[in-house]
């Protein structure tokens, strides 16, 4: 597909698991067991794979995914790079805060991203604060359209999971993605809705369900103390005390053979049920090893579920159609 008139495939790295350890206060909100040296070969073997988007933030690992991408990509420019503001860090004591946003902090916020990144121009760059009021968001992509003038950036969206958000600006110009929660156990109708009406792309966060549909845990695996999964953030419903969640075991065990149909992995099943929703959907499932990365990238070889499976799994899997947006 065609993604800012640039052909990639429809599949991206998330870049939340390489960025290593931050914290908000004494809250750990990242992941453990991260290595910089195997991270620059996992983002090298996701290329090799056929993966070229790469999605950070400059709160990921306060400023040190950017830093890790920008000398993983550095002789790699055609790999696209879509980056995150609005949250704030401190580098050195891997610090982040979620201070008020404004918009006279766009620009420094700009120009940190493309130092770390080693980059002169950022492909996408997403507004990073998911229930910003409408009203306040606005003069923020004010901000964006200026930086796009000025060369800064290629196009710009927004990571939120309210459909009503993203709708209030998606006819903005220079506005092309939005980046948002959705798997197996999230189909997010409102959001799908806002982004297929409006003709904008979609980044699919959160498409193996934080890991839990890999298959890798169960109830009794329990979280190192300090990883994010094992945090007791409200957004955070696929594990409950650091344990994989009960209720959404028994939904993945319901419909791990339809997954895996044909020889797929339950990454390929899960990442096939996202293509199979609609043709611009780009899923961005986390990675931190080689091993990750090349069994994500299998995906690509049996594209979307068919759609008998497709609705096999829809009988399955109860949903709540009329249950609200919120952060996830």
């Known amino acids: 597909m065609k993604f800012l008139e640039t052909e990639i495939s429809p599949l991206g790295m998330g870049c939340w698991p390489i960025g290593g350890k931050m914290y908000c206060g004494e809250q750990s909100l990242g992941y453990t067991r991260s290595d910089d040296d195997v991270s620059i070969r996992t983002i090298h073997a996701a290329l090799e794979g056929g993966i070229t988007l790469f999605d950070t933030a400059a709160a990921y690992g306060a400023g040190h995914s950017e830093r890790l991408l920008g000398k993983a990509l550095k002789q790699r420019p055609e790999a696209l790079i879509a980056t995150k503001i609005g949250v704030g860090i401190d580098e050195a004591n891997k610090q982040i805060s979620f201070d008020p946003f404004t918009p006279d902090m766009v620009a420094p916020a700009v120009d940190g991203c493309l130092s770390r990144l080693d980059r002169d121009r950022i492909d996408l760059l997403l507004l990073h604060v998911n229930d910003m009021p409408i009203e306040m968001a606005e003069p923020v992509f004010d901000e964006l359209d200026q930086l796009k003038e000025a060369g800064k950036l290629r196009a710009y969206g927004w990571s939120t999971d309210y459909s009503r958000s993203a709708s209030a600006v998606s006819t903005r110009s220079n506005f092309a993605a939005v980046e948002y ?148």
Do not use: H
């Open 181 to 328: 929660v959705m798997n197996l156990f999230v189909d997010a109708p409102r959001m799908q809705r806002v982004v297929q009406e409006n003709g904008l792309f979609s980044l699919i966060r959160s498409p193996l369900a934080m890991g839990l549909l890999s298959g890798k845990y169960d109830q009794n695996t329990v979280m190192a103390a300090d990883d994010v999964r094992a945090s007791d953030e409200d957004w955070m419903e696929y594990y409950k005390d650091g344990r994989a969640n009960p209720d959404l075991i028994q939904k993945l065990d319901a419909v791990r053979d339809l997954l895996t149909s044909n020889g797929r992995t339950l990454v390929q099943g899960a990442l096939g049920w996202i293509w199979g929703q609609f043709d611009t959907y780009i899923p961005i499932p986390g990675a931190r090893t080689e091993e990750q990365i090349k069994g994500i990238a299998g995906a690509l070889t049996f594209g979307a579920l068919p759609d008998d499976i497709l609705n096999e799994i829809e009988a399955l899997i109860p949903r709540a159609p009329n249950e609200p947006d919120r952060p996830r």
